[in-house]
């Protein structure tokens, strides 16, 4: 257990915050005690989850940072498959706030999923770039469950772009989780940033005017009314 704690110290985390870390460890040490198959269900729950959870590649890094005799292409394969599944989850559970859309905005979202159901990679592609990069996907899938949306590529391209990006983010460890823990000292802080990051993503996504951006090529913004009260 002191192993453990003193190995999440060293990433960064601030001294003053003894019990926290402590609480960390734990889970660390529970879930990790279940090998690939406990790092596998703590992706899911993070996934699963909408806002106030920290990014995914922290959590694999940091168990990778605990465990260096796990493999980095079997762990980011297993991550990749929690994440996946936690977003199918998300996407499910988004689809059911759909009756509170207003007809409006219905028919704006409708309009991307026709647009990307008529490109053959149209959903690869664009679940591919969220899960390669940084870009919060959990208002990526939220919109896909908004959208009704429904494609295989949804996932294959999600479970691609984050075995990538886990990867790569597990083997740089150190330098990749160190700047982000010292950026977001205070760890709740850090997620809501990134959390309103997201919805201003999210905001965004619901204010284009998709009919005129995709049959007449020019950007224009409707009023974002989204919730039909």
Same mark, same amino acid.
């Given at each position: 257990m002191k192993f453990l704690c003193d190995k999440i110290l060293i990433q960064g985390f601030r001294n003053t915050e003894h019990d926290n870390i402590y609480k960390m460890a734990d889970i660390f040490e529970i879930f990790g005690e279940l090998s690939y198959f406990g790092i596998f269900l703590v992706l899911v729950g993070v996934n699963a989850s909408p806002i106030l959870m920290p990014p995914s590649w922290v959590v694999l890094t940091s168990f990778y940072l605990l465990d260096p005799s796990l493999n980095v292409v079997v762990l980011a394969m297993v991550g990749a498959t929690g994440a996946t599944i936690g977003r199918f989850f998300l996407k499910? /559970?988004?689809g059911s706030f759909r009756k509170f859309?207003?007809?409006? &905005?219905?028919?704006?979202?409708?309009?991307v999923g026709d647009y990307l159901n008529k490109k053959k990679y @149209?959903? #690869?592609v664009a679940s591919f770039l969220f899960g390669a990069t940084p870009l919060p996907?959990?208002?990526?899938f939220i919109s896909y469950g908004l959208m009704r949306a429904k494609? =295989? @590529? =949804?996932y294959v391209g999600f479970w691609l772009g984050r075995t990538v990006s886990y990867v790569v983010m597990i083997n740089f460890g150190? #330098?990749? $989780?160190?700047p982000f823990l010292e950026i977001f000292e205070d &760890? $709740?802080?850090?997620? $809501?940033? =990134?959390?309103?990051? @997201? =919805?201003? /993503?999210?905001?965004?996504?619901?204010?284009v005017n998709w009919t005129q951006l995709i049959t007449q090529r020019k950007l224009g913004?409707?009023?974002p009314k989204v919730w039909r009260l």
């Open positions: 499910k /559970i988004s859309v207003s007809e409006e &905005q219905k028919s704006n979202l409708n309009i @149209g959903y #690869a996907s959990n208002f990526l494609s =295989i @590529g =949804i150190n #330098a990749a $989780l160190r &760890q $709740l802080t850090g997620i $809501l940033l =990134i959390d309103a990051a @997201g =919805i201003g /993503i999210l905001v965004f996504f619901a204010s913004f409707v009023k």
